[in-house]
């Protein structure tokens, strides 16, 4: 399957962007679906760290747990869901822009169905990702640029 990916611009060095997104507490601070994002260890994030990420999905919380598989500061980080029937996982970028001053960040989600997680993918998981992603990103603009 293919992923889902959307850029967004933020007035905001590349340094404080990847510092507030790779910082999973801030997770349910822009992402609606997001319940809590609670670090199985120290902050800050290192390559093998876990971070237990519960949704809200429907009426039923879903904890999934994610596994940093990339941390390039402040450039590239990547996030791998290893278990539960819906894996996620998430690349992100920071391209600089106007001189460092402001940042593009690209994210690209995809998934991993296992057992009914490969019907659940398709059928109600990548739309529901569709109609979030935009908002959230929206909402991180907000959060970084006030």
């Known amino acids: 399957m293919s992923a889902i990916r959307n850029s967004i611009d933020i007035d ?23 319940v809590s994002a609670v670090p199985m260890g120290d902050l800050p994030l290192h390559i093998g760290s876990r971070v237990i990420v519960t949704r809200q999905v429907g009426k ?3 904890p999934t747990t994610m596994e940093v598989t990339e941390l390039d500061p402040p450039r590239r980080w990547h996030f791998h869901g290893v278990d539960g029937p819906v894996r996620p996982d998430v690349q992100g970028t920071i391209e600089p822009l106007d001189g460092g001053t402001r940042s593009r960040v690209t994210l690209s989600v995809d998934f991993e169905g296992h057992g009914m997680g490969r019907a659940l993918v398709p059928l109600a998981v990548k739309p529901m990702v569709r109609k979030e992603m935009p908002r959230s990103e929206e909402k991180l603009k907000h959060l970084l640029e006030t």
């Open 60 to 62: 039923r919380r879903i």
């Open 12 to 34: 905001r060095r590349p340094e404080d962007v990847y510092s507030y997104i790779t910082d999973p507490t801030h997770l349910p601070e822009w992402q609606d679906s997001a």
